[in-house]
């Protein structure tokens, strides 16, 4: 079985541009989870999707949306990037609604630089 | 949510078996404990998970003491590929919280030596 795919794998912006990852889950998950990694943050929950619902959302400005289409590949869009937005992006996925007993499956995530 | 704490980092052999605490003072009746291991440029990987006791599978033992106030996680000999960073996180099943948002604690940066 075909693990958590992300894409793009790095990618380069500059200040006030806008960027969408795209995430592909396992087949047959249904809640796509998204984190934002950094070095001084740590792993920090953006947000989750399932059934094309947002079901829950981590500390973030509205600047960061998502979405999940109806196959379960979701993405992730962030607008007016910020030099801060520099990070390690990983998509999660698992069967049901991740809360924290549902074994997530992450993928190799996105590497976004802000310049 | 429980907050979790766990030391900052760990050093230890090839070989050796480490354990690794971790501290949850507030986990609530209907919480687990969930491990997951994590290398550089990775995405964080599912170790094991557990309620109560002892649980074991292939790669690892997790020690849950009856006030289940902290947990152990146990990696027996280990090896230079076990150098990683260790997350403990706590929190119930979907089912018992309608909003339930994942925490990642600073994790443990555990460093084998040969």
């Known amino acids: 079985k075909a693990g958590v795919t992300q894409t793009p794998r790095y990618l380069i912006k500059t200040r006030g541009q806008q960027v969408t990852l795209s995430c592909s889950p396992i087949?047959?998950?249904?809640?796509v989870s998204w984190y934002q990694q950094t070095p001084g943050q740590g792993l920090q929950f953006l947000f989750e999707?399932?059934?094309?619902?947002?079901?829950n959302k981590g500390n973030f400005p509205g600047r960061f949306s998502g979405r999940q289409f109806s196959n379960s590949r979701s993405e992730m869009n962030v607008s007016t990037l910020e030099l801060g937005d520099s990070a390690l992006y990983l998509c999660?996925?698992?069967?049901?609604?991740?809360?924290?007993?549902?074994?997530?499956?992450f993928g190799p995530g996105t590497r976004l630089t802000v310049l | 949510l429980a907050k979790t704490t766990q030391p900052i980092s760990m050093d230890s052999y090839e070989g050796q078996e480490v354990n690794i605490t971790c501290s949850h003072n507030?986990?609530?009746?209907?919480?687990?404990i969930t491990w997951y291991q994590q290398f550089p440029s990775q995405g964080p990987r599912f170790i094991i998970q557990?309620?109560?006791t002892k649980v074991t599978n292939e790669v690892a033992s997790l020690f849950i003491p009856a006030d289940r106030k902290s947990s152990t996680l146990s990696l027996p000999r280990v090896s230079l590929s076990d150098t990683a960073v260790y997350y403990c996180?706590?929190?119930?099943?979907?089912?018992?919280?309608?909003?339930?948002?994942?925490?990642f604690g600073s994790g443990t940066r555990l460093s084998i030596r040969p």
């Open positions: 999660a996925s698992s069967f049901g609604l991740a809360g924290q007993t549902d074994t997530q499956y």
């Open positions: 087949s047959g998950h249904r809640s």
């Open positions: 999707y399932f059934s094309e619902t947002q079901r």
């Open positions: 507030n986990i609530a009746t209907n919480d687990y």
């Open positions: 557990g309620y109560k």
């Open positions: 996180l706590v929190g119930r099943p979907a089912l018992y919280s309608s909003a339930s948002k994942i925490i």
